[in-house]
DNA sequence: CGTGATTGTTACTTGACATAACAATCACGC
DNA sequence: GCGTGATTGTTATGTCAAGTAACAATCACG
């Protein structure tokens, strides 16, 4: 009864792929890899709605961040943070520097490397973005218990830390 | 006096990046989308290795497990299951297809459509690596207590309902 | 039966990366 | 001091996944 699709269960998939996914893929549903994957796609894509707002995208907004917290950053120490390769982060700094947000200092020891430092104008930006990405995290993740939420951070850290090795 | 870097703190980030990354992100820890990138990527990539050994990239074998728990199923269902373009779904089902595991049949009453149907070679390849992809979450998640991943299944699950709307 | 939508398909584009090579600079042994 | 090798930032190039656009064949439906 199940091979012959009931005509009435017209497929009707057009945009709200929603509901018939609901229960297509309840086999997959028991890898936490695929419920990580799905959850991540919507939170990055939250995050990277709100971020393109101010002109970011997910990695230079990092960066940024990373710069206010780290004064006097390599670009390398940076790629390393950022889990990128060095030529990924010229570019990213490229457009820090060109919108004022960051600086490119040279440092005395040393003519080889950039002291990265974020401008008082970098500051206020990260504080404002960082605000509105809080608010479309809590946006998603209202309505759960806070040790439901700890409990995530945990196994997520956890995870991470298993690193293949 | 956090803000004058301690010389002893000598980055020294060689290829070991899990050692200096670890507090320099102390901001971005604060985002649950940061956690959940983070995991995600070790986890994506662990589930690679696994099925990489079989032929399989991820999209593909999802793709099988789908067709296998939702025979005659249509191309265009296939894709909005995936959440990824029918353009997409064709070159992973000439895929699986080619190696005999899934096969393309004609329905009638719709000549445009194909049903797409696992062969007892494709289930025997689905049951293999299931069971493979399996033993490799469990290692990542080796530890944890069995409240904490329900609840991250929880706020998974609840994260991705509360895609943009 | 004819207009419009749907399905599978192909070709083309795009975007985000990694890789490879390079000049400038440093480290360090002799 | 000097020369070999490593490191940093940079550019150019390649690659790979996924999306877009267009198309023929087919269906739905007034």
Redesign the interface.
């Known amino acids: 009864m199940?091979?012959r699709?009931d005509p009435m269960a017209k497929?009707a998939?057009g945009g709200g792929?929603?509901d018939?996914?609901r229960d297509?893929?309840?086999?997959?549903r028991?890898?936490?890899?695929?419920?990580?994957?799905?959850?991540?796609?919507?939170?990055?894509?939250?995050?990277r709605?709100t971020l393109e707002k101010s002109g970011f995208r997910?990695a230079s907004f990092?960066a940024l961040?990373?710069i206010?917290?780290?004064?006097?950053m390599?670009q390398?120490?940076l790629a390393?943070?950022l889990?990128i390769e060095r030529s990924g982060v010229v570019l990213i700094v490229d457009d820090l520097e060109n919108r004022d947000l960051i600086t490119r200092n040279r440092v005395e020891g040393d003519r080889r490397t950039y002291a990265l430092r974020a401008t008082l104008a970098g500051i206020r930006m990260r504080d404002k973005v960082?605000a509105q990405?809080?608010d479309a995290?809590d946006?998603?993740?209202?309505?759960?218990g806070e040790?439901?939420?700890t409990?995530?951070?945990?196994?997520?850290?956890?995870?991470?830390k298993?690193?293949?090795k």
């Not at 890899?33 to 799905?38: F, L, T």
């Not at 946006?139 to 759960?144: K, S, T, V």
């Open positions: 199940r091979s699709p497929i998939d792929n929603a018939e996914n297509a893929d309840h086999s997959l028991g890898f936490l890899g695929y419920n990580i994957k799905r959850a991540n796609l919507v939170v990055q894509g939250e995050i709605a997910t990092s961040v990373l206010c917290d780290t004064p006097d390599t390398t120490q390393s943070a889990s960082f990405v809080r995290e946006r998603l993740i209202a309505g759960l040790d439901d939420i409990a995530a951070q945990r196994v997520l850290n956890h995870i991470e298993m690193a293949a």
